[in-house]
């Protein structure tokens, strides 16, 4: 069973940076894509960027190429995305989520790490 541990929220200022982790642990993931989605309060949960395991490719919501970054390190089973120019709009509840493949459900979600924007 995929298991799912974020961290690296906090409080951070309009124009500053954060950096969020996903520690992924419970199988290889091969085959697998790894992606951070959010929930501001009051909205829908939203796709941010995702990640091929095996290639490296990434996937990224339009609004957010150029200021968002997600990478790997496959030898720490972890997943990252960087956060640049940070706006009040990005503060969110950020998660992490697993699939098998890229036509598979998001099928393990992490708990999930706040990430607030003060203007």
């Known amino acids: 069973q995929v298991q799912l541990v974020e961290s690296g929220g906090g409080l951070v200022q309009a124009g500053g940076s954060l950096r969020l982790s996903c520690a992924a642990s419970g199988r290889t993931f091969g085959g697998y894509y790894l992606g951070w989605f959010r929930q501001a309060p009051g909205k829908e949960r939203e796709f941010v960027a995702s990640?091929?395991?095996?290639?490296?490719?990434?996937y990224y919501t339009d609004s957010m190429k150029g200021r968002f970054t997600i990478s790997r390190d496959n030898a720490k089973n972890t997943v990252y995305l960087q956060m640049n120019s940070l706006k009040p709009e990005d503060t969110a509840v950020y998660y992490c989520?697993?699939?098998?493949?890229?036509?598979?459900?998001?099928?393990?979600w992490g708990q999930g790490t706040q990430v607030t924007v003060s203007s």
């Open positions: 990640i091929s395991w095996s290639s490296g490719s990434t």
């Open positions: 989520a697993s699939r098998a493949n890229r036509f598979s459900s998001w099928s393990s």
